[in-house]
Structure formats: structure tokens, C-alpha cells
């Protein structure tokens, strides 16, 4: 869909037109389906939280003036979304990887000889997976999906996230680094001595 | 991290901070081509660059898609029929 198609569609979408929220559902749906399950690993919560996004979204899309990316504005609204929910579920306990001095901490490398897509049971996998990122608080979580699993740029990230560039940035290496240290030892030629 | 440093890099912090900003992003710039260098000189580095690759990839492809049942529960609940 071409950037006029879509602002057209939205316009439609509006006015209350049926068949134009239909096209942004079958756009968009999808969009924030993987987004939320990315982000609470869970297929229910993630097609309630599409749910209660849409709703969310169709409520305010008379605030919608076009001066961002469609996408980028529905990226805000969901990740808001996610980052309520997880705050909500106050039991869990995420490890800590804050740092106010905004540096990043050294990098232990090993060769992850595995390629883990195609190494091990995709069950077994995915719940190593699953854990590692059960761990990661939140804020974090949102940063790492936006940036290199939705493939968004940094400043798109800062927008939608309202964090500078640094910000988003040292998050990001933060986020990158405590998940690969997680699943370093599934994944690792050799372990440390 | 090693000292194999390219010389547009001063340290294997910078390369990191560099890939943390770059990856994924159009690797044809004179940046991205020292980088590539870098990589390829830099075990510790490349080692990685590509352990989040992978895990990156793992992470997309755990990810199941927008079921059709799920589609219709959405379009109900927004008060839509399939032939609207």
C-alpha cells in the first residue's frame, strides 16, 4: 500500500468506514500481533493485546494528523500497551541491567559455533528463548523488539519510545548483550574454565 | 575484546557501539566498509556480530503468525463482517 493509499484509507477509517478499518486490520493486525507476542512470548495475551490495541487505535485515530508514519504511531501506541501490561504483572522479577553512567559493560565472546535456528528441537529452543527473555525487564524488551526484530531505525525507536538516541542506544547494547549472555551456554562452543 | 584494531576504530567498544547503531541498516557506506574490515581481521568482534545475528534469527522464526481465528475474533470485536 503506497503512503497516499494508506492516508486515504485512514481518512476512510475516520469517517467510520467498515471496509477501510478491514484493509488497516488486515495492514496492521499482524504487525502488532508479533510486536505484542515478541514482547509477552504468550499467543493469548499477544491476540488480546492486538485486540485491545485496535480498540485502543480506532478510539483515537481522529488524533492521527499525519505528521509521523502510520506505523510509527501504532508502534507507540502498542508498545504503551505492553509496557502497562508488564507493569501490571508485579510478580514477576526482572534482572536489573541499569546503568546511569550509560556505559556498557565488556562483552565476554564466544564463538557460537551452533546456528541455532536449525541446531536444536524448535520447542526446546524456543523456551531456552522464551526464559532468557522473561528475565529482561521490559523497557529493555520493547528497545530490542523495535530496533532489530521490527527493524526500525534508532531515531524511530527514540520517537516511539520517547528516550534520546543515546538512550535508546546503550538500551539496545544493554538488551543485545544480557539475552546473548543468557543464551550463550546453549549456544557456545566451550564454556569458561 | 582483542587489540585488533582497524585504524578508523579506536577501540572494539567503538565497533560494538558502531554495529549497535548500523545493524541491519544499508551496509554501503564507506563506515560500514571499514567495519566489514574490521570483522574480518577481528575474531572476538565477528564473533559477535554474529551470535546476535543468530539470535536474532531465532527469535523471529519462534514467532508464530496472525492466525485467521484470530483475525475473525478481532474484526467481531470491532464489529466488522467479512463482508462489510
Excluded at chain 1, 485491545?52 to 499525519?66: G, Y
Aim: glycine content about 2%.
Amino acid at each position: 500500500m503506497s503512503k497516499e493509499e494508506e492516508a486515504a484509507i485512514i481518512e476512510r477509517a475516520k469517517a467510520g468506514d467498515k471496509q477501510a478499518i478491514k484493509v488497516l486490520v488486515d495492514e496492521y493486525a499482524p504487525v502488532i500481533f508479533r510486536f505484542s507476542y515478541n514482547i509477552c512470548r504468550n499467543q493469548d495475551k499477544a491476540e488480546h493485546a492486538t485486540q485491545e490495541t485496535f480498540l485502543s487505535i480506532l478510539k483515537k485515530l481522529n488524533q492521527f494528523d499525519n505528521r509521523s508514519k502510520f506505523s510509527t504511531w501504532l508502534y507507540t501506541i502498542v508498545s504503551n500497551h505492553c509496557l502497562m501490561l508488564a507493569r501490571s504483572e508485579k510478580t514477576r522479577r526482572h534482572q536489573s541491567i541499569d546503568d546511569d553512567e550509560g556505559s556498557v559493560p565488556e562483552i565476554p565472546v564466544e564463538h557460537w559455533e551452533h546456528d541455532p535456528e536449525v541446531s536444536m528441537e524448535r520447542a526446546d529452543l524456543k523456551e531456552h528463548l522464551d526464559e532468557a527473555i522473561d528475565k529482561l525487564a521490559p523497557e529493555y524488551k520493547v528497545i530490542f523488539v523495535l530496533r532489530d526484530i521490527e527493524g526500525l531505525s534508532t531515531e524511530e525507536v527514540s520517537n516511539i519510545t520517547n528516550l534520546s538516541v543515546p538512550a535508546v542506544k546503550s538500551r539496545l547494547h544493554r538488551a543485545r548483550s544480557f539475552l546473548r549472555n543468557e543464551l550463550a551456554p546453549i549456544f557456545s562452543e566451550h564454556t569458561h574454565d | 575484546m582483542t587489540d585488533r584494531i582497524d585504524p578508523h576504530f579506536h577501540s572494539c567498544q567503538q565497533v560494538l557501539d558502531y554495529i549497535c547503531e548500523h545493524f541491519g541498516d544499508d551496509q554501503d557506506s564507506d563506515r560500514c566498509r571499514e567495519l566489514e574490515k574490521h570483522l574480518s581481521k577481528c575474531p572476538d568482534c565477528s564473533s559477535y556480530c554474529d551470535s546476535i545475528d543468530k539470535m536474532i534469527g531465532l527469535y523471529r522464526a519462534t514467532a508464530p503468525c496472525f492466525s485467521g481465528e484470530a483475525r475473525q475474533v478481532l474484526l467481531d470485536s470491532l464489529g466488522i463482517e467479512e463482508h462489510d
